[in-house]
């Protein structure tokens, strides 16, 4: 039976074949998966917050910057090549629509995840499922 | 450590009961506006880590009609009235007679039956919370979303994630009577220091 691991809002996982990571109930929360399909090395994180401003975080998989960087760590400890890595990213809905003062996070998430990984990622994410009115469950 | 961490069963208890109060209000509310018998639950208090709050619902992606209302002045939070797919049809078949088979397509009349019900139960337990504590607050529109449980809840308390790693949810549940019961959850969400603040004003 393969394996899997639910990661839960905020948290991220890294892990090598066969383990599947989940995640569920994506809102305005944005899921991330990273993998280098050459060496079998995948991670996904559930990313809250767009950034957490350079502070110390108790918890650095809240936010997209603190959690990528923690992420691709780890990816390279498992002997993921970093420079040659792929990525799909899927959430960052508008859940309540009827504000126009929302605070936008699920946008504001989807553009830091984005430019994050630019920083890191030899390339664009290929996006899916990407900031349509509602949330999404991400499975491997 | 977390605020939360710190609380009592005491403490606790009273949150519950503002719970009980306010859907009490709420469903008095309700009760007068449908001409049905409104029951109400045991509430109940829960502490949760943010990572956890999937795992909080039996089934997290079940679809669900949210309707948020939130507040702020004195005290600042959200109320969430929740309503399964199923139970959100029969309201709607009972109030407007009509029923649409995917609640993620309503139209203008039918989401705004659920908001002004959203309205309704969420401003009464405003009211009854407000006379409790002597505290004062104004609401918002009341806004309105079908997706995920566990979507909609945490991106309710998503606005506190900066400062707090928990978040308090008090949940009371009612029904409206009828051929089949209408079954709705009602979370109370409280900024961490509105919790605080909320506690103190009832001496605790």
């Known amino acids: 039976m393969e394996e899997k691991a639910i990661i839960g809002i905020g948290e991220y996982k890294s892990g090598k074949n066969p383990l599947v990571l989940v995640t569920l109930g994506l809102g305005s929360c944005v899921g991330v998966c990273i993998r280098d399909p050459a060496k079998g090395v995948g991670g996904l994180i ?13 918890k650095p998989g809240k936010y997209a910057d ?33 504000t126009g003062s929302s605070m936008e996070v699920g946008k504001r998430n989807t553009e830091a995840v984005r430019s994050d990984l630019r920083d890191c990622t030899s390339g664009e994410p290929k996006p899916w499922k990407m900031n349509r009115g509602s949330g999404y469950q991400v499975d491997r | ?117 959203g309205n309704i139960v969420c401003g009464s337990y405003l009211v009854s919370l407000t006379q409790f504590t002597n505290l004062f607050v104004n609401s918002e529109v009341p806004q309105i979303t079908v997706d995920m449980v566990s979507g909609i ?30 079954e709705a959850f009602l979370f109370l969400i409280l900024k ?4 605080k603040k909320l506690l103190e004003s009832l001496g605790m």
Request: aromatic share 6%; net charge negative.
């Open chain 2, 1 to 117: 450590m977390s605020y939360y961490a710190q609380l009592s069963p005491q403490h606790l208890d009273v949150l519950k009961e503002i719970g009980n109060i306010g859907t009490g209000n709420g469903a008095t509310a309700l009760s007068m506006m449908t001409g049905k018998k409104v029951e109400i639950k045991v509430p109940s208090v829960s502490v949760i880590e943010f990572s956890r709050i999937p795992l909080f619902f039996k089934d997290p992606e079940k679809v669900t009609v949210g309707i948020q209302l939130g507040f702020h002045e004195e005290l600042n939070g959200k109320l969430l009235l929740l309503f399964d797919s199923e139970p959100g049809r029969r309201l709607l078949e009972l109030l407007i007679g009509f029923v649409n088979e995917d609640l993620t397509t309503m139209d203008e009349m039918q989401r705004s039956v659920f908001s002004e019900i």
């Open chain 1, 66 to 98: 603190s959690g990528i960087e923690v992420l691709l760590k780890e990816m390279g400890a498992l002997g993921a090549n970093l420079s040659k890595l792929e990525a799909k990213i899927a959430g960052g809905a508008a859940m309540f629509k009827s």
């Open chain 1, 46 to 58: 559930h990313v809250m917050l767009p950034e957490s401003g350079g502070k110390e975080v108790s």
């Open chain 2, 153 to 182: 809840v945490a991106e309710s308390c998503l606005e506190y994630a900066e400062e707090e790693d928990h978040t308090i949810l008090i949940e009371t549940n009612f029904q409206i009577e009828g051929q089949q019961n209408v």
């Open chain 2, 192 to 195: 961490p220091e509105s919790v």
